[in-house]
């Protein structure tokens, strides 16, 4: 059986959000102890979630194409866009075996329960 869920909406922002009861009675009380409208806490827990996962998206010297950049791309001919996908490979791969920090993580201890 699913647990009860309860709608947070917010006008302003045309955002809407479905909780369970008692998080969105704690997300209610957050928002009135720091004296800030639902609204703006959220906003802020997913700019701050949006951050954390940022690195995982993006590279940071990756330009961020345009929506019409990436159109122009898909319009390209598959084997103009393969060429282009074979070479950003090839940047990431070097881009890859130049940095250690990946190894680094991987030598950590193994523990077996």
Avoid at 35 to 60: G, Y
Avoid at 72 to 89: G, H, S, T, V, Y
Wanted: glycine share 0%.
């Amino acid at each position: 059986m699913k647990p009860k869920q309860q709608q947070i909406k917010t006008v302003q922002d045309r955002f809407c959000i479905t909780l369970p009861v008692a998080l969105a009675n704690q997300v209610r009380k957050i928002a009135k102890r720091e004296n800030i409208s639902i609204s703006f806490f959220a906003r802020q827990a997913i700019e701050e979630k949006l951050k954390q996962m940022e690195p995982f998206f993006f590279h940071e010297n990756e330009k961020k194409l345009s929506l019409r950049e990436r159109r122009a791309f898909m319009d390209l001919p598959i084997e103009e866009r393969r060429k282009i996908m074979a070479e950003q490979a090839e940047e990431i791969l070097f881009s890859y075996e130049q940095d250690s920090e990946w190894k680094e993580l991987q030598r950590g201890d193994i523990v077996e329960y």
